[in-house]
């Protein structure tokens, strides 16, 4: 039974990848798990690894090729097996890439519309017979979103969640109301039985690992904001809040580090990400992502901090930055920095961040805007730090000034919110003791 | 030798027999036309060569008397004395009909004449007659109830269940049966395993008598003492009469069949009951042709008025649907009118 | 307020509907003589006399079409069968006569009647004298249809069928007879027709039920209770009209349902209930509705097999534990 090696999804976003080196050659007998090729994705050189025990008995994809996900790219069996059923096929696909490969994101859209209407007979759903197979797989792969009681849809619609997101804890994994009443007050009951759940049960399912977020449904005036305001500036209506920070405490900081010994030593940088880590914390309205009917706060800060690389800009995550303390995240952006300097950066080390900061101090530039990292909200950019004259309390002085430009999607986060976001991190940075507050 | 003077009265009453039934014929024949038209919709029975029986019948009745009947109801309506306008407007669908156009020609209902309706279900009214003995005796009071069915409804259990309680508890009841020999296109002989009928009678101790349906003057005499019988011992009586359907059962039905031959329909048209009350008013000259000539033409005329007032007459309105499924009110409602 | 049984309190309304209007009478088989085959018509014949409680031949066809013929003329029939199976006989008298009277008259014939008897199974009485037809009378347009749960409904609803002007279809039950219950005394205790009653109020599942059923219902509640559940148990008492609004009212309330009825489950009661309900409350449901019925058989002699082919107890608390989606 012959197994095709196709062009696989190798990062989130990826719809085509190029074939940089093949490390197998046609005859070589693998096993699963060996790697076959290396891919450029979008953002990395990734691995592609064989699927199954065989010999490596046909290379369709030269060197240097850019093919969509889905590709055939080569085909392993048994020594001597007959594939020309599986090459044949494969013209046709290579023929039509684009029918063989239907783009998952797109289904879940069509199966709503196709259920939003029961009087649309089936022959005349907007549905072309190719995709049926595609169609079941993405009623599956959603959980069955369309097992939901009417009372939950209904509620749903009230409080404006996708109901696409929430888990059922119904018979199959229906959505029932209770499920809804729990995405509303942030928390997932998977298995609960009991359609009576008590308030100390609820309390304690808030406190469980793995759910450390909350949705929050959209209120009439939330709506109205995204709707006015992305009408006004492009898809995401971005305006910016600028301050100088005084280094002065940090410089001491830094002094007082360094007098302790070179395994002390902090980076103006370390004590950016660190006060920036804990200000989120406290500020889950900020590290928050924009998911269109919805803002979903977490309380987990995964901290996004964008490194250039020659091929461009790319954005590593230290996860649980607010958990870390400021010698593992100096220690996590340098490697994370090399790696992704060296394109080793795994997919999942590149998504996932909450918040995003951008720093171009080293580049000498005294303040910039960032763009926004969607879903994300906001990202910070650091400009560089320079000295300058100051009076205070009538008497002329100089001092170290950090130039920080917040980035607000405001659709999410009203420029109030941003702003005491901004005071918090002024509070760390002016004060770095609060960080061990 | 001249002919002896007729009386006055009986004079004036053979004209109203005549009359009535004239105008039972007039207004079916135009009944067929009608129903050729389309003006007339559903079923169609007509009651052509049976007049003698609903006019013998029903002459002999007091208005706060009851009648109801079966599915062919037209003539024994018109003998009551509805008007052939409401009949006409009730058989085209119309508001203006006896029952507002919602019965139509097999449901045909007056109040104000006690025609208790014209009933579907073969035998179905049987028992409600009976009821209706029940009520007058409860009452107290000499009134009495005809019930009009065919020769075919006496093989079903409603009518073997109705007259053995009339018998059984000496209710008012005059139970008509008008043999016209067919059920639907079954001749009796291959439907009842006796066919003196009214015998039937005898399985109840009931009074009973046999009568040609034909005459008139034999019809109102058997019912005449059949009345009496009710009113004064109020018990009830079977009566077969016997008569002849000159036309086929229904509007969809030839007139002679595939159940009964063209002679013998010939030989029963010699006995057409009209003819026969005609020629016997004629011979003793109660009646002249001319008289009767302007007879027919008036009688005519005013089934020509019923159709143009049936054909003016509206449906009802599309919000009539709902209406008399049920009543609003209860006999508190009915106390408070009546006080 | 007297405690009495279900069969008293019948035997007080229609004694008081007699006393009440002379065109009121009582007839059917064993009425009178034998004061009643379940004693409804206890003494009835003693104090109002032979015309007015009249003892039939076993003529259910006849003995109908004796009623409407009186109620076209003015009288109060209150027909009694001895079981609503022997009223199969009189389906036409029923269906073609009492229903139709008056729209087929164009209003000019009402049908002030009632037909009442008990309905549905007892005990070990076999395929014939086993059903309950509430679903085929209710189907009709131009009858009412009731079926009292408790003895004040038994009274309270007899009272106002006699009183109403349209034939009205009461359903007893012979294993309710002896029920007993707080019905009240006064003779102007009537139950308007159309009006369903909360016998228990609950916040997270609605049975929705009527006559004979109504105990099983409360029992049910009862062991739902001790689970933390609360169950609504909703008594239709009227089967037709039926009070729509009080269905949807309880299953907004609690979003889940479930029907009990003592018949067949094909084009049954529950189908009906279960339809007004999707139609008004589809965005209110959190669980598929779940019915209660007999077993799709006829009704076996056999006691085992009897026991098992009726709704019961268990089932019904297996039904509600379903919705609440507790099993």
């Given at each position: 039974m012959a197994t095709k090696v196709t062009m696989e999804a190798l990062s989130p976003t990826m719809e085509e990848g190029r074939l940089v080196t093949w490390s197998r050659k046609e005859g070589d007998a693998v096993k699963t798990g060996d790697v076959l090729a290396e891919v450029e994705t979008d953002k990395a050189i990734m691995e592609l690894v064989a699927r199954a025990d065989g010999v490596l008995l046909k290379l369709l994809v030269p060197e240097g090729t850019a093919a969509p996900v889905g590709t055939l790219l080569g085909v392993i069996g048994a020594a001597g097996e007959d594939i020309s059923v599986v090459l044949s096929a494969a013209k046709d696909l290579l023929a039509a890439p684009t029918t063989a490969v239907p783009a998952p994101t797109a289904k879940p859209d069509v199966v709503l519309s196709a259920a939003k209407?029961?009087?649309?007979?089936p022959a005349a759903a907007?549905?072309?017979?190719?995709d049926k197979q595609a169609l079941r797989s993405a009623q599956g792969d959603t959980g069955g979103f369309n097992r939901a009681s009417p009372l939950a849809r209904r509620l749903a619609g009230d409080a404006g969640l996708d109901i696409r997101t929430i888990a059922g804890s119904g018979p199959g994994g229906r959505i029932i109301k209770r499920d809804i009443e729990a995405a509303m007050s942030g928390v997932v009951l998977s298995e609960a039985k009991d359609p009576l759940v008590s308030s100390v049960e609820k309390q304690a399912l808030r406190s469980a690992p793995g759910d450390n977020y909350r949705d929050i449904p959209l209120t009439q005036i939330r709506k109205t904001i995204a709707k006015r305001l992305a009408e006004s500036i492009g898809p995401i209506p971005t305006f910016y809040l600028t301050a100088g920070y005084d280094l002065s405490k940090v410089m001491e900081l830094r002094r007082a580090m360094a007098e302790l010994g070179d395994d002390f030593k902090v980076s103006v940088n370390d004590v950016i990400l660190k006060a920036v880590a804990t200000a989120l914390a406290q500020h889950p309205e900020v590290n928050s992502h924009w998911l269109g009917d919805r803002i979903r706060q977490h309380d987990r800060v995964h901290l996004g901090m964008a490194v250039a690389t020659d091929d461009g800009l790319i954005v590593p995550v230290i996860f649980d930055a607010h958990l870390k303390r400021m010698k593992d995240l100096s220690r996590e952006a340098k490697e994370l920095a090399k790696k992704a300097r060296e394109r080793k950066l795994k997919p999942e080390e590149y998504t996932g961040s909450t918040f995003s900061v951008s720093n171009l101090g080293m580049f000498g530039i005294d303040q910039f805007t960032a763009i926004i990292n969607p879903p994300e909200c906001s990202i910070l950019a650091i400009g560089t730090a320079s000295e300058q004259v100051i009076i205070q309390d009538g008497a002329v002085g100089t001092c170290t000034v950090l130039r920080v430009t917040m980035s607000c999607d405001h659709r999410a986060i009203d420029g109030a919110v941003g702003a005491k976001f901004m005071q918090t991190l002024r509070r760390m940075i002016e004060n770095p003791l609060m960080l061990v507050y | 030798m001249a002919k002896k003077k007729a009386d006055p009265a009986s004079v004036a009453l053979n004209r109203e027999l005549l009359r009535s039934m004239l105008l039972q014929r007039r207004f079916e024949e135009r009944c067929a036309e009608a129903y050729a038209l389309g003006k007339i919709g559903g079923f169609c029975h007509l009651y052509i060569g049976q007049e003698a029986v609903s006019t013998g019948t029903l002459s002999m009745l007091r208005p706060d008397d009851y009648v109801i009947t079966t599915y062919r109801d037209h003539g024994q309506a018109l003998a009551r004395g509805l008007s052939a306008r409401s009949i006409m407007a009730e058989l085209f669908g119309r508001s203006d009909g006896c029952a507002r156009g919602k019965g139509g020609s097999m449901h045909l209902f007056d109040k104000a004449h006690n025609f208790l309706g014209g009933h579907g279900i073969v035998g179905g009214h049987i028992p409600i007659a009976t009821g209706v003995g029940f009520a007058i005796k409860y009452r107290g009071g000499d009134q009495c109830i005809v019930c009009f069915f065919g020769e075919a409804a006496i093989n079903n259990g409603a009518f073997h269940e109705a007259a053995n309680m009339a018998a059984l508890w000496k209710l008012p009841v005059i139970y008509i049966i008008e043999n016209n020999r067919y059920g639907m296109g079954t001749a009796i002989e291959r439907a009842s395993s006796i066919h003196d009928i009214y015998e039937r009678a005898g399985s109840y101790d009931m009074a009973r008598d046999v009568v040609d349906g034909q005459d008139v003057f034999a019809v109102r005499d058997v019912v005449g003492r059949a009345v009496e019988r009710a009113r004064t011992q109020g018990t009830p009586t079977l009566l077969e009469v016997r008569t002849y359907r000159f036309m086929g059962h229904s509007m969809s039905d030839a007139v002679s069949g595939t159940y009964r031959t063209k002679a013998e329909l010939d030989q029963y048209l010699k006995r057409d009951p009209i003819m026969l009350l005609r020629q016997r008013m004629q011979d003793a000259g109660e009646i002249s042709e001319d008289e009767m000539a302007a007879l027919d033409a008036e009688l005519k005329a005013l089934v020509q008025d019923a159709w143009d007032f049936a054909d003016a007459s509206p449906e009802l309105?599309?919000?009539?649907?709902?209406?008399?499924?049920?009543?609003?009110?209860?006999s508190d409602a009915a106390d408070a009118a009546a006080r | 307020m007297a405690i009495m049984t279900y069969r008293d309190a019948l035997n007080a309304a229609l004694r008081e509907e007699l006393r009440r209007d002379d065109r009121v009478f009582l007839m059917g088989e064993e009425v009178a003589v034998y004061q009643?085959?379940?004693?409804?018509?206890?003494g009835l014949l003693q104090e109002f006399g032979e015309m007015r409680i009249v003892d039939t031949p076993i003529t259910e066809l006849g003995f109908a079409g004796v009623g409407v013929g009186a109620a076209m003329v003015g009288l109060r029939p209150i027909i009694e069968f001895m079981t609503w199976n022997f009223a199969l006989l009189a389906l036409d008298q029923i269906v073609n006569a009492a229903a139709k009277m008056l729209y087929m008259s164009g209003g000019q014939y009402n049908m002030p009647i009632v037909f009442r008897g008990p309905n549905g199974a007892a005990l070990q009485l076999g395929a014939q004298h086993s059903q309950a037809w509430e679903s085929w009378l209710a189907h009709i347009p131009g009858l009412k249809v009731v079926a009292p749960g408790t003895p004040a409904d038994a009274k309270g609803l007899l009272k106002a069928a006699i009183r109403d002007d349209n034939p009205v279809m009461v359903l007893e039950g012979e294993m309710l007879y002896n029920v007993k219950g707080e019905v009240p005394?006064?003779?102007?205790f009537v139950i308007p027709l159309g009006k369903a009653e909360v016998k228990r109020a609950g916040t997270d599942a609605s049975i929705i039920t009527y006559g004979k059923m109504v105990n099983i219902a409360l029992q049910a509640a009862e062991v739902l209770a001790k689970d933390g559940v609360q169950v609504e148990v909703l008594d239709l008492r009227t089967l037709r009209p039926m009070d729509v609004p009080a269905i949807v009212a309880t299953v907004m309330k609690t979003n889940r349902a479930v029907v009990l009825e003592e018949g067949w489950e094909v084009c049954g009661m529950g189908a009906q209930v279960v339809d007004y309900i999707q139609r008004e409350c589809f965005d209110s449901l959190d669980a598929p509705i779940v019915r209660v019925h007999q077993?799709?058989?006829?009704?076996?002699?056999?006691k085992s097999l009897e026991k098992a082919a009726k709704p019961d107890l268990a089932k019904t608390v297996s039904a509600l534990r379903a919705v609440c989606y507790l099993d």
């Open positions: 209407d029961p009087l649309v007979p907007p549905v072309a017979p190719g | 309105p599309l919000e009539a649907l709902y209406e008399d499924v049920l009543v609003d009110t209860t | 009643g085959a379940y004693k409804v018509s206890k005394d006064s003779s102007d077993a799709d058989t006829p009704m076996p002699y056999t």
